[in-house]
């Protein structure tokens, strides 16, 4: 009965190379995000979704492009691998402004 | 948008002592703050959080307090112990907007 899940767990790739991470909630949430963890632990909010609407784009490199297929649903998309790309990586759900978000179990993005 | 200030950034404690994190935020609009434990290589998790509208918080040995004038809220742990070691984040977020900004963390070590 898992409420947030992500996949993979863990991903090592090459520089230059192209990426997905998905992410899958069953908490009948309108809302969800991913966030970048980097080394010093910081939780850097990339994107929001409310609905499959982006609302939140937090001047991301072009490269990362998520996508929402329907409301339960977001992925993220990497192209062109950089070194400073790995990172923990977050996807969370919660139902509105004012209510808990729920953590996906994070990606560990290595590039090499 | 909001910026979220959180301090200290490493925090030490004997095993019984209390322990005080203390964030600042910059939107007068935000009026829900929640706090985040992560232990190591584990997803965030809500432990205590508060809206604009109380002033205190208190859920056993964790209490939150806000102060919406000066734009401060404050994590307590009373009765420390070795479990309560993690890193602690607090957040803020408006309602309805759906952003919710992060602190940048404060690691907790309670020693025996």
């Known amino acids: 009965d898992t409420a947030v899940s992500q996949t993979p767990k863990y991903l090592v790739t090459q520089m230059g190379n192209d990426k997905s991470i998905k992410c899958e909630q069953n908490l009948g949430h309108d809302t969800m995000y991913w966030y970048k963890q980097d080394s010093k632990k910081f939780l850097k909010i990339m994107f929001s979704y409310n609905n499959k609407e982006l609302i939140i784009n937090e001047t991301v490199p072009n490269r990362f492009s998520p996508k929402s297929p329907d409301k339960a649903h977001l992925n993220l998309h990497i192209n062109s691998l950089e070194l400073g790309d790995s990172a923990v990586y977050f996807c969370?759900?919660?139902?509105?402004?004012?209510?808990?978000?729920?953590f996906g179990q994070g990606t560990r993005l290595t590039v090499v | 948008g909001e910026n979220v200030e959180q301090h200290p950034s490493t925090l030490s404690v004997q095993e019984g002592d209390s322990a005080v994190i203390k964030c600042t935020y910059s939107d007068s609009a935000s009026n829900y703050f929640p706090w985040y434990k992560q232990e190591l290589g584990k997803r965030p998790q809500l432990i205590i959080d508060i809206r604009s509208n109380v002033g205190e918080k208190k859920d056993q040995r964790i209490a939150v307090t806000l102060n919406k004038t000066a734009k401060h809220f404050s994590l307590h742990i009373t009765e420390t112990q070795p479990e309560d070691s993690a890193v602690y984040f607090c957040?803020?977020?408006?309602?309805?907007?759906?952003?919710?900004?992060f602190g940048t963390g404060t690691r907790l070590q309670v020693t025996l």
């Open positions: 969370a759900s919660r139902t509105g402004g004012g209510t808990e978000a729920f």
């Open positions: 957040a803020a977020s408006s309602v309805p907007a759906s952003k919710l900004t």
